[in-house]
């Protein structure tokens, strides 16, 4: 719908039940206000949508004002019906069969799909919005974390503390290299790295061999071809690293290294 009518018959009724939107409840708008035709198409779904309150469960209208509906509805009706078909069966016909039943077909019916269509409408934007709220909360809590992250990252860096340790590859393993950044007195380490990925079934990981006693566990990993592997984490409290060391390991890792070196890093 751009400059001319309406295109679905549906949008007067969204329109009269004020869930249209933006642009289209915009057009809508403009549209109406130089289209006599559509602006009496927008009248009849007021209509039928103030109908929707006598069909609502809560609501129970007194007999009168259902009369007092009925007897309008009947004489626009009657007003309306073609002078042909007026004029070929007497008035109180029309008025007494004719009319009730096209009251259920022209108002009740289509009043029915309207408040089906809103509800669909409604359970649709409803579930988007939640989708969209969910995917929202998500990327603040990533982002969060990122900042986080990134906060400790520029502290690690700037200490003048921290020591940067090249860690270079073993002949004969996957090819790469990576770089531990650590401050034991801050208790925190970063790994930067780029390795070929690891044979099936099997995990990187990063020791921190400390001057006495036995490699710490400092992450197991996959790498991807071509994708940087980082991360950050909590030194032990009062562990002196005298270098590192990353080992392959039966996929997940292992709590001591039992397999190959792939890169190691002496701290001089
Ligand atoms: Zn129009």
Redesign the pocket.
């Known amino acids: 719908m751009t400059n001319?009518?309406?295109t679905r018959e549906e949008d007067f009724d969204l329109y009269a039940l004020g869930v249209l939107e933006g642009d289209e409840k915009q057009a809508i708008e403009s549209?109406m206000a130089a289209?006599s035709?559509?602006a009496r198409k927008l009248a009849e779904a007021r209509g039928r949508i103030a109908m929707l309150s006598f069909g609502a469960p809560r609501v129970d209208p007194s007999p009168r004002v259902k009369e007092l509906v009925l007897a309008r509805v009947g004489a626009e009706e009657e007003g309306k019906a073609p002078a042909a078909s007026r004029a070929s069966r007497p008035a109180s016909v029309v008025r007494a069969g004719g009319v009730f039943g096209r009251w259920w077909a022209a108002v009740l019916v289509p009043a029915g799909v309207a408040l089906a269509l809103a509800a669909i409408f409604l359970w649709t934007q409803n579930e988007r919005l939640n989708r969209e709220l969910a995917d929202q909360r998500q990327a603040l809590a990533a982002l969060q974390h990122e900042l986080e992250e990134a906060r400790h990252a520029a502290d690690l860096l700037a200490a003048k503390d921290t020591m940067v340790v090249p860690l270079t590859p073993m002949p004969g393993m996957p090819k790469g290299a990576g770089r531990v950044t650590c401050n034991a007195r801050m208790g925190m380490l970063m790994y930067d790295g780029s390795l070929d990925p690891a044979p099936a079934s099997k995990s990187y990981q990063l020791w921190l061999v400390p001057m006495h006693g036995d490699p710490i566990n400092a992450g197991v990993f996959n790498s991807k071809a071509g994708k940087v592997d980082h991360w950050m984490m909590q030194l032990p409290q009062g562990v002196t690293p005298k270098a590192f060391a990353v080992t392959l390991e039966p996929a997940g890792g292992m709590p001591h290294p039992t397999g190959p070196k792939v890169l190691v890093g002496t701290i001089s």
């Open positions: 001319g009518h309406p549209h289209c035709d559509c």
